[in-house]
């Protein structure tokens, strides 16, 4: 008879996503799930199906398709640095909760490696018990609730349930406010202190925050707690929003606005940095270190530099262990007995 083996205990690392490769059919079908979740859109899905299919994915994934390869190399960034953050954190877990077997792996909300997919592979490897760790720092919705929803989804498809545990998000977390401050002063001590220093976050639109999304106070909260253990006065930071989709009303200030308007107003250096990412991605490679950089110099400044996102910081590892080893211990502590 062959010996029982102890049973496994995954943790998830789990992020945005991305296309298969910068091309137009890549990044249209990319657009397509992505644009299609209703937690995105909140638009009646008639109406926005009408919008999706017949104005947006006809155009701008060509234009999409262009920028991603502006950034690609072998692959696309967000889905390096989540395996290269796979990779880092599984040694620090493999042995947390001896005897049982611990494994790290990536998935995505939208695109490859997507999470059902990964959670099926890992339940027909015997997997039993699931810590899920969306990269998001601030809570919405859109990001989070995305997890949420998949999670929910494929738990419908299963008649044997495992257990599974969730991060909702680490916005406040010590670990992480202090991680974001040390690079910061490692990139400032090489480019110097700025005029300004700019907290950028992805935006999400105002009626959603009007709902009830927490999003805006919880990235507000990041951004304070940041600029005190910098020693920043309220005049050396602000905190803005970008990223803007369609007509209606994001949440506010607008990145590119403010930047123009310091530019114009005689501010002559900025530096800013998006702690809502925890890879960097085309937003921040394309659109923060690129386009708004232009909007900035052309408006009048003079020197601008995005801060890298934490990616495989060592700090930022130090801050996954720490977010994921005490449940996965707490999984390990439910299983006594399971010879």
Known sequence: MKPKLPPRIAVLLVNLGTPDEPTAPAVRRYLKQFLSDPRVIEIPKFLWAIILNLFVLPSRPKRVAKAYASIWEGDSPIRKILNGQVALLEPRLADSAAPFRVSVHAAMSYG????????????????????????????????????????????????????????????????????????????????????????????IPQPYADKGDPYPKRCKCTAAQVAHALGLRDDEWIISFQSRFGKQEWVKPYTDVVL????????????????????????????????????????????????????????????????????????AGTLDGWA
């Open 112 to 203: 490859n490696p997507g999470l059902p997919e990964v959670m099926d592979n890992l339940r027909d490897e015997g997997v039993d018990h699931f810590v899920i760790l969306p990269l998001f720092p601030q809570y919405s919705a859109t990001s989070g609730g995305a997890v949420y929803d998949a999670l929910t989804k494929w738990t419908l498809t299963q008649r044997n349930l495992p257990n599974y545990t969730i991060v909702k998000d680490y916005f406040a977390h010590p670990l992480y406010i202090q991680a974001l401050a040390d690079s910061i002063r490692r990139f400032q001590a090489a480019h110097g202190k700025p005029d300004k220093l700019m907290f950028s976050f992805h935006g």
């Open 260 to 331: 123009e308007e310091w530019g114009q107003s005689g501010v002559r250096s900025v530096q800013v940095v998006s702690p809502a990412f925890s890879a960097d991605c085309l937003e921040t490679l394309e659109e923060l270190a690129i386009e708004n950089r232009d909007n900035f110099l052309n408006a009048g400044g003079q020197e601008y530099h995005y801060i890298p996102a934490l990616n495989l910081d060592e700090a930022h590892i130090d801050l996954l262990e720490a977010l994921s080893k005490p449940l996965v211990k707490g999984w």
